[in-house]
């Protein structure tokens, strides 16, 4: 497997992650309202991942293969937005002191960062 294969696929494991997680949220918010140690932490494994996936996409742009993207300055901004958006979001909303709010406040987060995953996808192909 190439390491272009590997980016596409740690990508489409990021977009199912995130959309999983902006679910999770919502089920949250109505359920009693409070993110819980679980969700934060897969809040974090999602980072991760995004992080992974952008240290990669920025190895196979240094060794050339940016040239290759129709729009690769385009590409990289929707990765930059990707990796800031989590750790952002959660910086600004976690001084909310209503739970239920914060918890809808970070899944709007994630169902943004689940568009731009989708977006950045898109412009690659």
């Given amino acids: 497997m190439s390491l272009v294969e590997i980016?596409?696929?740690?990508?489409?494991?990021?977009?199912?992650?995130i959309g999983i997680l902006t679910v999770w949220a919502?089920?949250?918010?109505?359920?009693?309202?409070?993110?819980?140690?679980?969700?934060?932490?897969?809040?974090?494994?999602?980072?991760?991942?995004?992080?992974?996936?952008?240290?990669?996409?920025?190895?196979?742009?240094l060794i050339g293969?940016?040239?290759?993207?129709?729009?690769?300055?385009?590409?990289?901004?929707?990765?930059?937005?990707?990796?800031?958006?989590?750790?952002?979001?959660?910086g600004y909303f976690s001084n909310l002191e209503d739970d239920r709010v914060k918890t809808m406040a970070m899944a709007l987060a994630c169902a943004f960062l689940w568009g731009i995953l989708q977006r950045a996808s898109y412009v690659a192909h």
């Fill in 26 to 61: 919502i089920y949250l918010r109505f359920r009693g309202g409070k993110l819980d140690g679980g969700w934060i932490g897969a809040a974090v494994v999602g980072e991760l991942l995004i992080v992974g996936q952008g240290l990669l996409g920025g190895y196979l742009y």
């Fill in 7 to 17: 980016h596409s696929r740690l990508a489409d494991t990021a977009s199912l992650f």
């Fill in 65 to 90: 293969l940016g040239a290759v993207l129709p729009r690769p300055f385009m590409h990289i901004l929707y990765g930059v937005v990707a990796v800031l958006t989590l750790p952002a979001a959660y």
